[in-house]
């Protein structure tokens, strides 16, 4: 991992949020902030077929539709600790994971307020057409999070393009 800077004052734990087949960059700059600030990692899985009951992310959800219950869905979770487990493997950092419900902003803003998280980390969208029109149709996470956090909110770009005929 490389250098980071880090903010001083920050004394909760960093939240990153991770899904199924996420870059390994978002885990590996969340882990980077959190070791050289000497916090612990939280990593939140957001299951967005299912819903809470009672209003928190972490309590008691259902399935949205209860008839279409995925089963690649109910083992995201699992394979997505397994990943973790592996890329933090030789990393001096605490960390864990939690599954929250619910739309992932609001799931992810909550869950921050909850622990106390000094920062929260997402990565940016992929550049495929898919991505582009979910973005406009629904906005992006990390739009969500940044017009509506008092905490920071680190973006970092999974597939960065720097233009080639740039001489800077």
């Not at 890329?87 to 864990?96: G, M, P």
Request: a negative charge; aromatic letters at 2%.
């Amino acid at each position: 991992m490389t250098g980071t800077s880090v903010p001083k004052g920050l004394v909760g734990p960093v939240l990153v949020g991770v899904m199924p087949g996420q870059r390994p960059v978002v885990v590996e700059r969340a882990a980077e902030v959190a070791l050289s600030a000497g916090l612990p990692l939280v990593c939140a899985f957001v299951d967005v077929t299912v819903y809470p009951l009672d209003g928190t992310t972490g309590g008691p959800s259902a399935p949205i539709d209860p008839d279409g219950v995925d089963d690649d869905a109910e083992n995201a979770p699992e394979s997505v600790r397994a990943a973790i487990a592996t890329q933090l493997a030789e990393a001096d950092l605490t960390w864990s994971i939690v599954s929250l419900a619910g739309e992932p902003a609001r799931a992810l803003a909550r869950e921050a307020e909850d622990i106390g998280a000094s920062m929260i980390v997402v990565g940016s969208r992929d550049r495929k057409l898919g991505s582009a029109i979910k973005e406009l149709t629904a906005g992006s996470i990390a739009r969500q999070l940044f017009h509506r956090q008092d905490r920071p909110v680190l973006v970092v770009p999974v597939e960065p393009r720097v233009p080639v005929d740039d001489d800077d």
